[in-house]
């Protein structure tokens, strides 16, 4: 069980997971039973996006539980009080994470996604065990952090997913971003769900008698997930791995939408990441009890989650302007709640905040995928920047916060305003330069 890598994992948002290698350099690759080149039967095809969704949920729950109980933790297991244990402790789990990451999607240019995965899932396993048994505090970092480099192989499940949906779109549904869009919404309900599972999860661990059963309890979850998952391509036909968008653009125009779909998602996870930290604390100075305060927290959670089932009717009532249009929507709710002079105020702020991040998740990760499509190199570089981003959000918080309370929402407004201005001054060369998908 890693922990918060990232700030938030990203659909990042907030927003990380070595076993025996799959197959050795220049081996045959090892066949999962069912022969190559035949159609996917479809229960086990849907079998295998289940369980993707699942290993991605797992990765989201695992990356974040733990992370705001840090300084209880430690002081329950190795007596340390010492707050700055806690900054090094995630100054090195996000380091070696954002190294780790890059490396899992080169090793996703000879292997399968999936097959990346199952072995993530067993080093993760084998690294929750041992977390769970560190004697010292040094031994739980260098244990957390060894978890950290084998849980960013889950993050691989994500591009895999969206390459099952696109592969298995209906006739009717030949557009690629119609076939990317159940992918992506329901990885943006998971990532809602997750998040309040997550602390959920990180009060139940700390509350057991012994914590470190419950650490080393995600060991079964990782595999049950890598039983599941095995069993599952056994009866499909052999994976292979993502395709770039559209090998026919110009690899200057390509890289240029890379770049371009990389400063949307930093400055999206930035402002995301951001405006959290401090809020319950302005919350409750303008006059509410922390039990609201917290039921204000997680209500732009509930307004998304509301948004999904419009989402396919936006995006094809919109098309590409529904991305530009969803940042804004989402920049003004936060621009509301850096003005709010009370809670009714600030309660509208968060529900308009909150049905425009919905949209404005996917209309980014659509983004995304449109310019690496399901590579995993491609995908990895991109979330690579956008975690390496997610670094500076708490430094930026903590010293706004220090002027000012609601100054962090300002700032995330600031920054998901410049987004929505970058879509719509690239959307020209974007749109002459659309990638188009391949599939296996």
């Given amino acids: 069980m890693s922990i918060d890598?990232?700030?938030?994992?990203?659909?990042s948002a907030d927003p990380a997971p070595t076993a025996p290698a799959a197959h050795a350099a220049g081996a045959a690759p090892i066949s999962t039973g069912a022969p190559t080149g035949k159609p996917a039967p479809a229960a086990p095809a849907r079998h295998?996006?289940?369980?993707?969704?699942?290993?991605?949920?797992?990765?989201?729950?695992?990356?974040?539980?733990?992370?705001?109980?840090?300084?209880?933790?430690?002081?329950?297991?190795?007596?340390i009080t010492d707050t700055s244990a806690t900054g090094y402790y995630l100054w090195i789990c996000r380091i070696i994470g954002l190294a780790a990451l890059?490396?899992?999607?080169?090793?996703?240019?000879?292997?399968?996604?999936?097959?990346?995965?199952?072995?993530?899932?067993?080093?993760?396993?084998?690294?929750?065990?041992?977390?769970?048994?560190?004697?010292?505090?040094?031994?739980?970092?260098?244990?957390?952090?060894?978890?950290?480099?084998?849980?960013?192989?889950?993050?691989?499940?994500?591009?895999?997913?969206?390459?099952?949906?696109?592969?298995?779109?209906?006739?009717?549904?030949?557009?690629?971003?119609?076939?990317?869009?159940?992918?992506?919404?329901?990885?943006?309900?998971?990532?809602?769900?997750?998040?309040?599972?997550?602390?959920?999860?990180g009060a139940a661990v700390l509350a057991l008698p012994e914590p470190r059963l419950g650490i080393s309890a995600f060991a079964l979850l990782d595999l049950l997930l890598f039983a599941l998952l095995l069993r599952t391509l056994r009866h499909l036909p052999d994976p292979e791995p993502g395709e770039r968008a559209h090998r026919d653009t110009p690899r200057r125009a390509w890289l240029l939408l890379l770049a371009t779909a990389a400063l949307i998602g930093i400055a999206f996870d930035f402002a995301i990441s951001v405006s959290r930290p401090f809020f319950t604390t302005h919350a409750t100075q303008l006059g509410t009890s922390t039990t609201i305060a917290a039921a204000l927290f997680l209500l732009p959670s509930l307004a998304a989650l509301a948004?999904?089932?419009?989402?396919?009717?936006?995006?094809?009532r919109y098309g590409p302007h529904l991305l530009p249009a969803a940042?804004?929507?989402?920049?003004?709710?936060?621009?509301?709640?850096?003005?709010?002079?009370?809670?009714?105020?600030?309660?509208?702020?968060?529900?308009?905040?909150?049905?425009?991040?919905?949209?404005?998740?996917?209309?980014?990760?659509?983004?995304?995928?449109?310019?690496?499509g399901t590579a995993g190199p491609a995908f990895t570089a991109v979330e690579t920047f956008r975690s390496a981003a997610l670094i500076a959000a708490p430094l930026t918080a903590a010293t706004a916060a220090?002027?000012?309370?609601?100054?962090?929402?300002?700032?995330?407004a600031a920054a998901?305003?410049?987004?929505?201005?970058?879509?719509l001054l690239t959307r020209s060369r974007t749109t002459t330069h659309e990638p188009k998908d391949t599939h296996a």
């Fill in 5 to 11: 890598t990232s700030g938030a994992p990203t659909p």
């Fill in 48 to 79: 295998l996006r289940g369980i993707l969704i699942a290993v991605i949920a797992l990765y989201l729950v695992a990356e974040t539980a733990l992370a705001p109980f840090l300084p209880q933790l430690f002081t329950r297991l190795y007596d």
């Fill in 102 to 201: 890059p490396l899992w999607g080169l090793a996703a240019r000879r292997w399968p996604p999936q097959r990346l995965v199952l072995i993530g899932l067993l080093a993760s396993a084998a690294c929750d065990l041992a977390l769970g048994l560190a004697p010292t505090y040094t031994a739980f970092t260098a244990l957390s952090a060894a978890s950290v480099a084998a849980n960013c192989s889950l993050l691989l499940a994500y591009p895999a997913l969206i390459s099952e949906y696109s592969r298995h779109a209906t006739e009717g549904q030949p557009d690629s971003d119609t076939a990317r869009l159940a992918g992506i919404r329901a990885i943006v309900a998971v990532f809602h769900l997750a998040s309040i599972a997550a602390t959920a999860t």
């Fill in 307 to 316: 948004t999904l089932p419009a989402a396919r009717h936006c995006l094809g």
């Fill in 327 to 372: 940042l804004a929507v989402t920049a003004a709710g936060l621009a509301v709640q850096y003005l709010a002079p009370g809670l009714a105020t600030l309660a509208a702020g968060r529900i308009l905040f909150g049905l425009g991040l919905g949209l404005a998740q996917i209309a980014v990760e659509l983004r995304m995928f449109r310019a690496t």
């Fill in 402 to 412: 220090s002027h000012d309370l609601a100054l962090p929402l300002g700032i995330a």
């Fill in 416 to 423: 998901l305003a410049a987004a929505a201005l970058l879509t």
